[in-house]
């Protein structure tokens, strides 16, 4: 079970110093590259986004009221995989995908909306990741950002091992919610839990849906959301 209480001290700041975030590395563009996910030809050369953990009171709130606890997902065990029901396509295919890591999300989605049309886009998710006894092991965020300007995720632990991924299904997340996802790994680094990461699951969705109306132009907005995220491993 999360300690929530924990969690909320963390985000707010009280005992920041637990989350460590690694100094900005040389990031490479990312683009999918067969089954050589270390490689990665030409994107877009904007500045990654990184959590910076500003929460405040409401916000948290809001965050550990939605939140909702599951089974914990032990490595390696994939009758701990999450239950999608109807939604198979957000199941990894074939049949030597495992779960090797779980982790808890908890940050916002974050909006900016364009001056001329008005429309939001999504900007960057910024998040810590946390074990299931409410540990923060690591951070999600905007690795870099794709020719039309969309984020490309990324996840990230504190031992520096790290996975790029690429959206390949969705199902809705219920209203009020984000969609559910299922990501396909396309670079990752280590040594480390997610350096043979295949794939990625966004799941038990709760909050950071963009808001209906645009109230300013230009305007960026930080949504609060929380997520499970389960990440696999090819076996053979």
């Known amino acids: 079970m999360i300690d929530w209480m924990r969690v909320q001290r963390i985000l707010c700041g009280t005992i920041r110093s637990e989350i460590t975030t ?4 040389a990031r490479r563009p990312v683009t999918k590259k067969g089954a050589d996910m270390k490689s990665s030809p030409t994107t877009q050369n904007r500045s990654p986004v990184k959590p910076g953990l500003r929460l405040t009171w409401p916000a948290v709130t809001l965050i550990l009221a939605a939140s909702v606890i599951v089974a914990r997902a032990e490595p390696g065990n994939d009758n701990r995989a999450p239950d999608v029901g109807a939604n198979t396509q957000l199941v990894p295919p074939g049949e030597t995908n495992k779960v090797s890591f779980h982790v808890y999300a908890v940050g916002f989605q974050i909006y900016t909306n364009d001056s001329t049309t008005f429309a939001w886009g999504l900007y960057a998710p910024e998040a810590v990741l946390l074990d ?7 951070i999600h965020y905007a690795y870099a950002y794709n020719a039309a300007g ?5 996840w990230e632990t504190e031992s520096g091992s790290l996975v790029v991924g690429a959206r390949i299904a969705s ?5 009020g919610n984000i969609p559910w996802l299922l990501l396909q790994a396309v670079h990752t680094e280590g040594p480390g839990i997610l350096e043979s990461t295949t794939y990625i ?4 969705t709760t909050g950071g849906v963009a808001p209906a109306i645009v109230p300013t132009a230009g305007q960026t907005v930080r949504i609060p959301y929380t997520a499970e ?8």
Do not use: E, L
Request: aromatic share 12%; hydrophobic share 25%; charged share 20%.
């Open 22 to 25: 690694k100094p900005n590395r």
């Open 132 to 138: 299931a006894d409410g540990n923060p092991v690591g």
């Open 150 to 154: 969309a984020p490309i995720p990324a």
């Open 171 to 175: 199902a809705p997340g219920g209203t």
């Open 201 to 204: 699951q966004r799941v038990n």
């Open 229 to 236: 995220y389960f990440f696999y491993r090819g076996t053979k």
